[in-house]
């Protein structure tokens, strides 16, 4: 049978159901799916592949999924660190977004974004952030696949005017997608403090009337639940609750202020939460309990967040920071294995976009977004579980090729898509422009 690729790694890690691990095998693609997985003796006799890529040091997996990102703040990376985030944002990164976030910004932003995101082995992202129908062009100019927010605030940007404009530039989005096998959207308010009631209600309408996510920052921060307590007597979590947006669409990400009582709720409306770990300890905002939504059920995602504050997009340092961060918050060593973070980075992502029928693990049937690591290298040695090793002691680095639905974006480190020579001199002419008025 004529197939498009053949893939002969080292191991294959599936990240199904049972944690599969392979070795000796293949993984054949024919148009853009994953037609198959067994032995190499086997798929040589099967298949007549156009391309056969053989990588007996490397592991192959899926494609990370990071499940929250403002891509276009790739171009504010340094600007304004080592702040608590209300100064952050108030005195730094709202002014510089009023200043400066146009459609180019966010076009050029988003592009570096990508690129750095395939270098690190991230294949699918979930982002927020102004003017998204210029994500769009980026993301079908790169091949990567995304989620792409639609966003909504109370107060006026340079993107819209108040509420109603944001939900209908949000629908105009949805609208000009829809048909785009590699795009979805979601809507994106911002936070519980900056959406008001009237708002939320209607976007929710409009989620379930569409079915799609809802993507929120929530319980962010002890100071954001101190002042929602005491100008409305509640707790943000409790006001969407009451508002009826907690289920099993709604994605809240950081969450690192929880009460037990909110544990159970969470995890009784079958609520996603997306942990951004590195985020959260640069701007001091907390620690999300893992361990205890875990424990509850709860279907924890992992993201960077935004460049401007993380100051990466690189799931692998995500992943290991999420696992040691887990263990000192619980004080047991014991929770949050290897295996539980790499399904966090992966097939978790996923099911929080409503993707895991489309991705997330190497199963038979689905996309073939995937991802290689090289597992040859003195670091590497000796090794006797390689998912421990993508954990602790993988770099990104060691991604040396990515696909997405079949379609190389990045082989032998090199980007297939992008131009690396025109990402890093559009990058400096924001520096120029941005670093000048920052001072």
Known sequence: MQIDLLIKPGWIITVNEADQIFTEHAVAVHAGRILNILPNAEAEQTYQAAQTVELPQQALLPGFVNAHTHAAMSLLRGLADDLPLMEWLQEYIWPAERQWADRQFVYDGSKLAIAEMIRSGTTCFNDMYFFAEETVKAVQDTGIRASLGMILIDFPTAYAQDAADYLQKGLSLYDSIKDNPLIQCCFAPHAPYTVSDQPLQQMHKLAEYLNI??????????????????????????????????????????????????????????VHVIHCPESNLKLASGFCPV????????????????????????????????????????????????HQVLRMATLNGAKALGLAQEIGSIEIGKSADLITINLGGLESKPMYDPISHLVYCTTRDQVTHVWVAGKILLEERKLSTLNEVELINSAQHWQSLIGETAG
């Not at 943000?236 to 609750?241: K, N, S, T, V």
């Not at 992943?319 to 004080?331: E, G, H, I, N, S």
């Open 213 to 270: 996510p809802i993507h929120i920052h929530v319980h962010e921060t002890a100071d954001e639940v101190r002042q929602a307590v005491q100008s409305t007597q509640e707790r943000p979590l409790a006001r969407l609750e009451r508002l009826g947006l907690l289920d099993q669409h709604f994605l809240a990400v950081h969450m690192t202020q929880l009460q037990a009582s909110e544990i159970e709720l969470l995890a009784y409306k079958g």
């Open 291 to 338: 361990a205890k939504l875990f424990a509850a059920g709860v279907n924890i995602a992992l993201g960077t967040d935004g460049n401007a504050s993380n100051n990466d997009l690189d799931m692998l340092g995500e992943m290991r920071t999420a696992a040691l961060l887990a263990k000192a918050v619980a004080q047991d060593a014991s929770v949050i294995s290897a």
